[in-house]
């Protein structure tokens, strides 16, 4: 995503600043007061959760603002992503149509995009009669392959009988491929797996493991270009936009019939 947007920057007479706020609405509000006193052309916000102090600092201001990363209602000004709970919900209906069932849901950190995942989750395992809190292992701790095979662990001493899990992110993805090849567990005839974001090492893995892509360079550049149009006057048609996602199906998930 950062990519995308400097990119779409370079070549031009704007510069970028970049701060992360490390998923604390707090210190972004506080990032929010220190930018906009430096009067910014325009601003780029990951995510739809500010508070509402947040949001009325964002209000009161005239720049041009892009909210990234996903969609929802009542944009502040414009916005440029996808649904996360569709994303998932897509990914779950993937393993569905591959005969599984008994589908575990992986998650860390558990930030907005990943609890909106994880609703998507919840909601059509329910739709299907399926769903079992048994099959859920979460953690606030931050995500890494490593943690990725403890979580998978965790599942498995909970419900043995888990036959896919779906991973809020790839690095969890990752770990359960190295857990399953430890246990000597058959991916994807014992246990099919699907993680989130799509990252490089998904199609370099064996075997491959499928993922939902995000189109987070798009994202980037689209949102830095829709900035730097409305700067310029030229603001876009449509204020909100959804870029979409795609399942990658790959070998992690896709069995033989």
């Given amino acids: 995503m950062l990519r995308g947007i400097y990119d779409a920057v370079d070549g031009s007479r704007y510069s970028i600043q970049l701060a992360n706020t490390r998923y604390s609405i ?5 990032l929010l007061r220190l930018f906009l006193a430096q009067k910014p052309a325009g601003l780029i ?3 739809i959760d500010q508070t509402a102090e947040s949001r009325s600092i964002m209000e009161s201001v005239e720049c041009p603002i892009v909210q990234i990363m ?8 414009m916005m440029i992503g996808f649904s996360h709970a569709d994303a998932c919900r897509a990914a779950i209906s993937h393993l569905f149509s591959q005969g599984c069932r008994r589908i575990g849901f992986l998650g860390a950190r558990m930030d907005p995009r990943v609890q909106r995942r994880f609703d998507g989750y919840v909601s059509t395992m329910k739709e299907a009669s399926l769903h079992d809190p048994r099959l859920v292992v979460t953690t606030p701790l931050p995500t890494s392959v490593t943690l990725g095979g403890a979580l998978l662990a965790d599942l498995l001493a ?8 779906f991973c809020a992110n790839d690095d969890i993805a990752l770990g359960v491929l190295f857990e399953c090849r430890r246990r000597q567990i058959s991916i994807p005839e014992q246990m099919a797996i699907v993680g989130f974001n799509d990252l490089e090492f998904m199609a370099s893995a064996v075997p ?24 310029e006057g030229r603001r876009p048609e ?19 019939t």
Avoid at 242 to 252: A, H, I
Wanted: proline share 6%.
């Fill in 70 to 77: 996903e969609t929802g209602p009542n944009p502040i000004d």
């Fill in 208 to 231: 491959t493991l499928s993922s939902v892509r995000t189109n987070r360079y798009e994202m980037g550049s689209e949102a830095a270009m829709m900035v730097i149009e409305a700067i």
């Fill in 238 to 256: 449509k204020p909100v936009v959804d870029l979409g996602f795609k399942v990658m199906e790959r070998q992690s998930s896709t069995r033989r």
């Fill in 26 to 30: 707090f210190q972004e509000e506080k």
């Fill in 45 to 47: 916000v990951t995510g």
């Fill in 158 to 165: 909970k419900a043995p009988d888990t036959d896919a899990v």
